[in-house]
């Protein structure tokens, strides 16, 4: 079982929750099992709660896959610029902000 999670203190639930649920509709069209997306039924199932989507598959289901689909979600939502993909654990990725700012860079000119 894999989870996709979205920190909740990031943004406020108003942004996240359709996030998620277009996230959610985009994995159900989008995976492909036996080389056939729409092909779900029995092997791979996907829940959502507040703040994780969880996938969990009968047969392997490389995590890899889960973060190129999410990667190309935040592309077609143009949001890609601003959020990334990053593994916190074993089954876990986590959507993070970037982090912007002169952090540890000065300008001595």
Do not use: C, M, W
Not at 35 to 46: A, E, Q, R
Not at 74 to 96: A, F, G, H, Q
Request: aromatic letters at 12%.
């Amino acid at each position: 079982s894999l989870s996709l999670s979205l920190s909740l203190s990031l943004f406020s639930a108003a942004f996240t929750r359709p996030l998620f649920r277009s996230q959610e509709k985009f994995l159900h069209e989008r995976i492909k099992v036996n080389g056939k997306t729409n092909n779900l039924t029995g092997v791979v199932s996907i829940q959502r709660d507040n703040s994780k989507i969880h996938v969990t598959s009968e047969g392997p289901f490389s995590k890899r896959y889960l973060k190129y689909l999410s990667k190309k979600f935040l592309k077609k939502k143009e949001i890609r610029d601003y959020l990334r993909v990053v593994s916190t654990n074993p089954t876990t990725y986590t959507l993070d902000t970037f982090k912007f700012g002169d952090e540890g860079e000065e300008d001595d000119e």
